[in-house]
């Protein structure tokens, strides 16, 4: 059975720095596209970045650019999002997920078949 499983959430203070993890069991994590999102209290999950299987190649939500960095840990065998500058509009549940193709498909959410069920992250001083 294929699971993701999100970790690294935590609270942190306004311009801090966290980095999550998806970690994944029943498939290799490493072979198909990877997307990270997220959702606020009320809002819609909303997507913030993919890296595909071949060549890496990233997406990134507009908003995101310059503070979050999506990666492949080969070592841990996990896909990560390096979030820096935090700020207390990123205060959300975080999510991974995929839809078990090699190239991302865009960071619509209803694009995604599988989740994992998402770690906290609360920015605030």
């Known amino acids: 059975q294929l699971h993701l499983v999100e970790s690294g959430g935590a609270s942190v203070q306004p311009g801090g720095s966290l980095t999550l993890s998806c970690a994944a069991a029943?498939?290799?994590?490493?072979?198909?596209?990877i997307a990270w999102f997220r959702r606020t209290p009320g809002k819609e999950r909303e997507g913030l970045s993919c890296?595909?299987?071949?060549?890496?190649?990233?997406v990134y939500r507009d908003d995101i650019k310059g503070r979050f960095t999506i990666s492949k840990n080969n070592v841990k065998k996990t896909v990560d999002l390096q979030m820096n500058n935090l700020e207390p509009e990123d205060t959300a549940v975080y999510y991974c997920a995929t839809d078990l193709l090699i190239t991302c498909d865009g960071l619509t959410p209803d694009k995604y078949d599988y989740w994992g069920r998402g770690t906290q992250v609360t920015v605030s001083s």
């Open positions: 890296i595909s299987n071949k060549y890496e190649t990233t």
């Open positions: 029943g498939f290799d994590l490493h072979s198909y596209a």
